[in-house]
């Protein structure tokens, strides 16, 4: 992979109802997939498959607010299942589609950060994003 700045590049616009991301590339390949930071959740149907565990762990974490946390241990006792920390942990795993089933917002309960499928910088810039922007539109509560 090189890096040239002077690489032109191509682009598209995907839309579905009130969704919309751009996807770009140079000539060399995929240089970027996102949106103009505006987007705090995802109104997009998913079509993913696992074990009513599973789904349930997917589900709960589709419900955390953009720039908030929650701990293993809090979706465990979210889904009704407060001894299963570790196949909580198993299943956010598993979890297929990154981002936009929030998985990254998930947290050790002391605070900590941990796993990320996408590596740990991933993770640390996802949460510093969302916490950056939760601060300036004002969207960030604290219990």
Not at 10 to 20: A, G, I
Not at 111 to 132: P, S
Request: positive net charge; contains cysteine.
């Amino acid at each position: 992979m090189r890096n040239n700045i002077y690489s032109t590049i191509y682009w598209t616009h995907l839309s579905h109802e009130d969704w919309k991301i751009i996807v770009a590339a140079t000539s060399n390949g995929l240089c970027y997939v996102g949106s103009q930071n505006m987007r705090k959740n995802f109104t997009i149907p998913f079509d993913f498959h696992g074990t009513t565990f599973q789904l349930d762990v997917w589900k709960a974490l589709s419900e955390i607010p953009y720039g908030q946390t929650k701990s293993y241990s809090e979706i465990a006792n979210q889904i009704q299942k407060p001894r299963a920390v570790r196949a909580v942990g198993s299943a956010i795993g598993a979890n297929p589609i990154l981002i936009t089933v929030p998985c990254h917002r998930v947290i050790g309960k002391n605070g900590a950060l941990t796993g990320y499928r996408g590596g740990m910088e991933m993770k640390t810039k996802l949460l510093k994003l969302e916490h950056n922007n939760a601060l300036i539109s004002g969207d960030l509560h604290y219990a």
